[in-house]
């Protein structure tokens, strides 16, 4: 089983809708919890980070912890042809350097 | 300017060469990273450095080589390259502090043929 858990996709809506990305994730250290977004032949950009639970807003973006459950999701308001990317979830433990990373659910917004 | 470059973007090469990636940033950040994605889009960690000393050696064959002269550079060796390491190889940089997030490169996209 893996660390930490998305689903691939794809997911393909229609413009302006409200689109909700999830992961789940086993190890309980996980303390910082992060989303990328990878559009088509990039790197990954970071799109909003989050400190054990809690919500986050930046703008149409809204990131949710909830640790109880180990699950960690991302909103996207208003959605636009442009959101049409890769999105990843990634966690790290405190102290610890690495970034452990979902799979990343491929997204589609059509116009 | 770009914050964190890799060279060559593309690069396909016969089963059994060696081949080199190179990784700059110009963010003063002490901490590098290389990562590799396979077709799944799942990135999995393989090697950091911290002001060139490495800290991190996750379970990469020891065909695969990284090397940092300074804190701005990290590269990544690979010898006898198999098919099974065509991938896309990020380098990443991370600055100090609680939330500061990675800043990755734009990948090496390697085909072994």
């Known amino acids: 089983q893996k660390e930490v858990e998305q689903d691939p996709g794809p997911l393909s809506v229609p413009e302006g809708a409200i689109v909700s990305l999830n992961c789940t994730y086993s190890n309980s250290a996980f303390q910082y919890f992060m989303w990328y977004r990878q559009y088509s032949r990039k790197g990954p950009e970071l799109l909003m980070y989050t400190y054990s639970s809690g919500n986050k807003e930046d703008g149409r973006f809204t990131a949710q912890v909830d640790k109880s459950s180990k699950y960690i999701s991302l909103f996207i308001r208003d959605s636009q042809p442009s959101d049409s990317a890769t999105y990843l979830c990634a966690m790290k433990i405190q102290g610890a350097q690495k970034l452990v990373f979902g799979q990343g659910t491929r997204l589609t917004i059509n116009p | 300017d770009t914050a964190v470059s890799q060279t060559p973007k593309y690069l396909v090469t016969q089963m059994g060469n060696d081949k080199s990636i190179k990784c700059e940033q110009n963010?003063?950040?002490?901490?590098m990273y290389w990562y590799k994605q396979d077709s799944k889009k799942f990135l999995k960690i393989m090697f950091s450095?911290?002001?060139?000393?490495?800290?991190i050696n996750e379970t990469v064959p020891n065909r695969f080589s990284p090397k940092s002269p300074d804190k701005a550079h990290l590269n990544l060796h690979i010898n006898s390259l198999e098919l099974g390491d065509s991938a896309v190889y990020f380098c990443?940089?991370?600055?100090?502090?609680f939330g500061y997030g990675y800043t990755f490169g734009s990948g090496t996209r390697l085909t072994v043929v």
């Open positions: 450095y911290n002001n060139k000393e490495l800290i």
């Open positions: 963010l003063g950040h002490d901490t």
């Open positions: 990443a940089s991370r600055g100090e502090g």
